[in-house]
Each structure stands twice: as C-alpha cells, then as structure tokens.
C-alpha cells in the first residue's frame, strides 16, 4: 500500500513540477498553498485575493455544493452568510428555500464581497461558524465544511483562536474567498466574479462551459495557461458579464478516484489544451515522508481521516484514536445547532411558503390584515392562519414547534425565509389573546369569560405546560408564559404561543444541575425571583409565571397593574389576601367584579391557594405542573357540575364553617 502511495507522490510531484507560471496580474490561483497550514504568512495567496480592481466592494458569487448538512438554498445560505440574499439564490438555483437538491447540483450563492483594511489587502466575504465538534479544525472548517472557499491560513489570520485552542462554541469568522473584477476585466465586459470550486474531474474549459465564457477568460482571470494543472477543492475564479443563472452539471462529478483524473481535454478540440486535476501537495521536501503518509491515509482511510484530533493544522495526528468514538459521534449526533438544524429538520414536518404565497394571503400585509404588532391575518386555501414576522434567527421557535401535537399548544404549520426575515404560520385563533379578554374591558366586544371558561382556560395551559414539562423529549421550559401568549380559538380552547425563548432543560441530574442564564428577559410581573436573581431555568419558572395566569383569571387584574402607583404585583397581592383574618372576604374583594356573584366561591378559594403555592418564592415550596393540572382537573370538573343558583347555599353554609 505503502509503495503504491509513494509512486502516486512521485507523480504528483512531476506535475507540480511541470507548471510554468505566467503571472497576468489579474488574481493568482491559490495552486493548492492551501494545504500548507504550518505557514500561514509564507504565501500571501492563500489570504484571499488581492486588492487589484478599481471597486472596494462589490456583489460577488461563490458556489457550494449541497452536503448532507447543508442540503437546502436556506442552510447554504446560513453557512455562507448570504440570507440576505436568499430570494435570489431561489431564483438563480431555481430551487425554493428548502427544497433538497440532488448532491451534484451546483448551487450559486450571492455574497458581499470587499476588500479589507488590512495589509496587504484582500477581498473577502465575512462569514461566521461557531464550531460544533471537537474535531473541527482550521483545516476541515475550510476544506470541508466551506468546500474550500476559505483557506486555514485566511482562518488563522482572521481568528484571535490558536489552532491548539479551538472548542466547541466558539464562534470563528469565516473569510470567504471572492473578488472584484479589475479595471480590464471590466473593460472586457465582466461584471462579476463567481468563485467556483474545482472538483474531480474538472477542467477549465469544461468551467468555461459550464458558465457559457470564454476559457481564455477564465484562465486569465486565475493566471494560468493552458498547461497549468488544477486541484480539487481550490477556488477558480470566473469572470461573468450578467448574473449567473441555474449551472447545469453536465455530468455528476466522479467520486475521488484512486490516481488523479486526466480529463480528456477541452471540447475545443486541441489536444494540448489540457488542464490536469491532480493532487498536490504545498509544502517542502521535509515534509515528503509526512505528506505521503498523509497522501496514503487520505487515500485509504477516509474516515480515519475526518474523525482525529488534529490540532488545526494539516491533518496530520492520525494516529489519535483516543478521541475519535467521541469526535464522531459529535458528528453523527447532529450537535448542530442554532438556524440550520432548526431549518433543516422543520422540512419534514412543516409546509415551505414562499414569499408570494404569503403576500398573497396576506393581501400584501395589508393593515386591514394586522392583528398584532407583527402579526397577520393571512387566507391559505380557505383556512385562515396567523403569520408572525419575525427577524433574525429564529431557529430554536421553529425546532420546538415543529415537534409539538398538543391541543392546547399553538400550532405552527408552516414558514418563509425572506431577505432575512421568518414568516411563521400558525394555526388561527378567533378569540385572539386571553389579556385582551381579561384586560380589554374598553372594547365592548368582550363579554366577561364565564367561571367555567376561565377554569377551563387555566386546565388547558397546565395541560400544554404539564406536556412541555414532563412528556416532551427533552422537556422544554416555556420561559415566557403570560396571558398575552395564550391564544384562544372559537370555542375558547387556551393554546400556549410563543416559543422564542422557549429552551430545552436537561435531564434534571437533582443535585447542582441547574441552569443559569445572565441573560434575563421577560415580563414584569411573571418572573421567579430566582430567575431576576440568579437566571436560574428551571420548570419552576413556568409554574410560578401560571400561577400569575391563574390569578389573572381570578381577579381579572394585570400582572403588574398600576405598579408605578404603588399598586403591588399579583403575586404579592394574593398572599396578603389569604393570609389575612377575614380570607372569605378578602377573597371575594380580590375576585374579578365583573363574574359579579356567578362563581363558586370554595373553589375559587382552592384556585387562589393553588396559585398562591405557584408563586412561592422559594422554588421549592411550588408545585410541578403535573400536580397543578391534575388540582385543575378536579377544580374543572367540580365547575362544569356546578349550577349558579347554588351558589347563595353553598356560601351561606361555607361561612357557617369557618
Ligand atoms: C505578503 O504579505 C506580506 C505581509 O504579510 C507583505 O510584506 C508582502 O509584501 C506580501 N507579498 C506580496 C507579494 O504581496
Ligand atoms: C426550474 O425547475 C422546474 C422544475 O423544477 C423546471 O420545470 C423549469 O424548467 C426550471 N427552470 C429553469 C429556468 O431551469
Ligand atoms: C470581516 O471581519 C473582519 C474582522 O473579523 C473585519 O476586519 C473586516 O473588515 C470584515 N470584512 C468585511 C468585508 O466585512
Ligand atoms: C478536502 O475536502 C474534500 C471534500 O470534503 C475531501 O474529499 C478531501 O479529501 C479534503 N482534502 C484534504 C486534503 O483533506
Ligand atoms: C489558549 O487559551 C488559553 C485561555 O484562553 C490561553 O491562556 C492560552 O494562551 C491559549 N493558547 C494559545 C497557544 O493561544
Ligand atoms: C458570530 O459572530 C458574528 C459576527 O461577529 C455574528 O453576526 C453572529 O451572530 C455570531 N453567531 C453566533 C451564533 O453567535
Ligand atoms: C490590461 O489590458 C491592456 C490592454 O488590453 C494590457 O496592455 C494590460 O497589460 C492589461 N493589464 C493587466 C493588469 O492585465
């Protein structure tokens, strides 16, 4: 294996050696230096290209090909941080947001391409990943993940990280390599410049077709001739005069073969112009025992290769099986997190609008349509729908939404990307948020929630919180319960919405596990202290926050009413009126005036306390969901039975208790 290894070097070798460089001034290819990444500062090219046009910046395009995780315009998009460009890379790829291409497929992204301050200077495209495995390095992040559109070298130079130092999280700024077209090659009729990745099997006049340019122009634009060889997983400049459209891949590219391809020439038909694909290797003659070592292990061992532990540099520590089970599994597991995997697994389950479905279904986002803030109306085949614009990323909403079936939790079913924003699209709900029916009183279109609504409405939340809690995997803590994110439907169904900071809570190991956040946000009134103290996440949260709903539903008071007039917080308030002298009177001061007498007041007396243990302080000292729905359930059921006329009996005997 060894020697055969060895004479594919020594072939290599001869061909780096048969390459004549005629230096055109235009950008000089990147001639696989890429692979050296002991040297960063040894080959400027491998930086990025050159500052040689008149413009600062420009629009630029750069090509990628779909990966099992990267597999659609919109997890490309978010990869190559061109989102903002996302409806024209639909249009351009002639693919919708989240459609999966087939793997050969060539897609074309747009990028903000300038040049940078530094110097020498060089254009790029600023991109960011944050590293998810512990296998990542300097070197796989470029070659792999970015399919060489950056380089380890352009990595370390952008990065404060040493290569020795990389850990999982740590968000890295990714130069993506792109260029502006200089003064002749403008003259010459280009007006862009797209980085195409070089893959097996490629040739420049096969890139020159594949583009509809000229070869000369391609070969000018990268400083090579005819006889010049190119290397897989190195950027090619090319040189278009519009903007690109859908790349046809004439034929899927062959998979690494064992010795390097001689393509048959270019279709221009003279056999001398040849452009070779080979494997070669940067670096000097120190390092030949290495680099065949290397040459054989990324020949032979593939996935050796991919799983060790190499320290960011060339991959080279492959005898580091120590890490490899967990390095893989990292991988394997799908660590990915934030924007793409949300997007990608949403594919699945939920339906993919696009921008017009929704303009249309909004009539444009018509005020007539505005329900909320940024919440639409919108009309899809019939069924009306709630649509949310929301910005940036709003992965972790979508990722749980789309795993939920629960009744009383809000469904999601469906969304957009468009120019950076998420349209999502819930289910409607007729009867609009439970504040506006329990604070609302200035619009006469409210009728006062009956007892029985306003029970039922309480069971339902601790039905959908119970299910958040213990019957989802992993539980989630909902983090931002209030009665202006419970949604009710015609029939007055509850349903929890707004998962935007909604997380995930570990397997709550009892002892020390608990989760701190020092990003505190939320509503005034419906916070855990521990969670205004300390950020302390817990299920906890939850059950205090319901335990404000529920004496909302009582009193029909706001969470924070009038605090800046000195008004206290519901929670605060239920504790003095059960713990005063006269409960049963202080009770019925505290409930909502407008059931006037049409409730029964023993249970309203168990709710209260119920709520009142939801808003302990002490964390501990509340109730799990699980206990508060199953009290609920008693108290609905006690409540459907119960008659109004009842009522003047049952509290006549109640006061003759005490
Ligand atoms: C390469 O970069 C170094 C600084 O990093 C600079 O001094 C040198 O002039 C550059 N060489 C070329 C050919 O641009
Ligand atoms: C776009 O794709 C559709 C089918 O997916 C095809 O019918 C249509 O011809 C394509 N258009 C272009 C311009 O390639
Ligand atoms: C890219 O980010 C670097 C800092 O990481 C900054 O210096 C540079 O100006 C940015 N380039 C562009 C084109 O935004
Ligand atoms: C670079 O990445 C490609 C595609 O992922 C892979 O086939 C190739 O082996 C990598 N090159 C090196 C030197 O690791
Ligand atoms: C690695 O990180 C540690 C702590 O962040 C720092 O002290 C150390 O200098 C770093 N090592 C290198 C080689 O940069
Ligand atoms: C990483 O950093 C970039 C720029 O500094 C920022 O735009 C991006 O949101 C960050 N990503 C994450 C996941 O923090
Ligand atoms: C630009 O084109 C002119 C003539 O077309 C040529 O003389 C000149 O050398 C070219 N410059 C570069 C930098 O290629």
Not at 78 to 97: C, F, G, K
Not at 204 to 220: N, P, Q, R, T, Y
Request: hydrophobic share 40%; proline share 5%; net charge negative.
């Amino acid at each position: 294996m060894e020697f055969v290894s060895l004479t594919f070097f020594s072939f290599f070798s001869f061909l780096l050696l048969l390459q004549p460089r005629l230096l055109l001034s235009q950008q000089a290819y990147v001639d696989n230096k890429q692979l050296n990444c002991e040297n960063p500062s040894n080959n400027n090219i491998t930086q990025g290209f050159s500052c040689t046009g008149p413009l600062t910046s420009c629009r630029a395009y750069v090509t990628f090909r779909p990966t099992a995780v990267y597999n659609s315009l919109v997890t490309v998009a978010y990869l190559l941080n061109s989102q903002p460009y996302i409806s024209e890379m639909t249009s351009i790829n002639n693919l919708t947001d989240l459609e999966h291409p087939p793997p050969d497929t060539l897609v074309i992204a747009p990028v903000d391409c300038a040049c940078t301050s530094s110097s020498p200077s060089y254009y790029q495209h600023n991109a960011s990943y944050v590293l998810q495995s512990v296998s990542d390095t300097y070197f796989l992040l470029a070659n792999d993940t970015y399919q060489g559109l950056s380089t380890c070298q352009a990595l370390i130079a952008e990065n404060p990280y040493s290569a020795v130092n990389l850990s999982v999280g740590m968000n890295l700024t990714v130069p993506v390599r792109c260029a502006c077209p200089t003064a002749n090659q403008s003259s010459a009729g280009a007006k862009y410049l797209l980085t195409y990745l070089v893959t097996w099997g490629d040739s420049i006049s096969a890139i020159a077709k594949m583009f509809g340019v000229s070869e000369k122009s391609v070969l000018d634009a990268n400083e090579l001739t005819v006889t010049s060889v190119i290397y897989p997983f190195t950027p090619i400049l090319v040189p278009l005069s519009t903007e690109p459209t859908k790349i046809e891949t004439a034929s899927p590219p062959a998979s690494p073969p064992e010795a390097p391809s001689v393509p048959a020439g270019g279709n221009s038909g003279s056999s001398k112009k040849w452009v070779f694909v080979g494997v070669g290797v940067g670096g000097g003659g120190l390092a030949v025992a290495l680099v065949a070592l290397a040459l054989w292990f990324f020949c032979y061992n593939p996935q050796k290769r991919k799983q060790s532990k190499s320290s960011g540099l060339t991959p080279k520590k492959f005898s580091d099986t120590s890490a490899t089970d967990h390095a893989s599994l990292a991988v394997k597991g799908g660590s990915f997190s934030g924007f793409s995997s949300g997007i990608r697994e949403a594919i699945d389950t939920l339906t993919v609008y696009t921008f017009q479905d929704l303009q249309i279904a909004t009539g444009f986002f018509s005020k007539g349509n505005k329900i909320k803030g940024s919440v639409y109306r919108g009309k899809f085949k019939n069924d009306d729908a709630a649509v949310k614009v929301l910005k940036g990323d709003v992965s972790g909403e979508i990722n749980i939404l789309r795993q939920i079936n629960h009744a009383n939790i809000v469904r999601l079913s469906g969304f957009c990307v468009h120019e950076g924003n998420t349209y999502l699209v819930y289910e409607y709900a007729e009867n609009g948020s439970l504040s506006d029916w329990l604070h609302s009183k200035k619009f006469e279109s409210y009728s006062v929630l009956s007892w029985k609504q306003r029970v039922q409405v309480a069971y339902h939340i601790a039905d959908a919180l119970n299910y958040l809690h213990n019957y989802t995997n992993p539980p989630y803590v909902h983090k931002n319960l209030k009665t202006s994110n419970v949604l009710l439907d015609a029939n007055f169904r509850a349903m929890v919405a707004n998962f935007g900071l909604a997380r995930a809570v570990e397997d709550s190991d009892e002892e020390g596990g608990l989760q701190m956040t020092r990003h505190v946000v939320g509503t005034q009134g419906y916070m855990a202290p521990e969670y205004i103290e300390n950020g302390v996440i817990t299920p906890k949260l939850d059950v205090f926050a319901f335990g404000v709903v529920m004496l909302e539903l009582l009193s029909g008071r706001e969470a924070a009413g009038d605090t800046k007039n000195g008004e206290e917080l519901l929670s605060a308030a239920i504790k003095r009126v059960l713990d005063g002298d006269s409960v049963r009177e202080n009770l019925r001061g505290f409930i909502d005036p407008s059931l006037k007498d049409e409730y029964p007041l023993d249970l309203a007396f168990s709710m209260a306390e119920l709520a009142k243990r939801c808003v302990s302080n002490d964390l501990n000292a509340r109730p799990q969901m699980a206990e508060v729905f199953m009290t609920l359930s008693k108290t609905l059921s006690s409540s459907l039975d119960w008659d109004p006329s009842d009522e003047f009996d049952r509290s006549q005997s109640m006061s003759h208790g005490q």
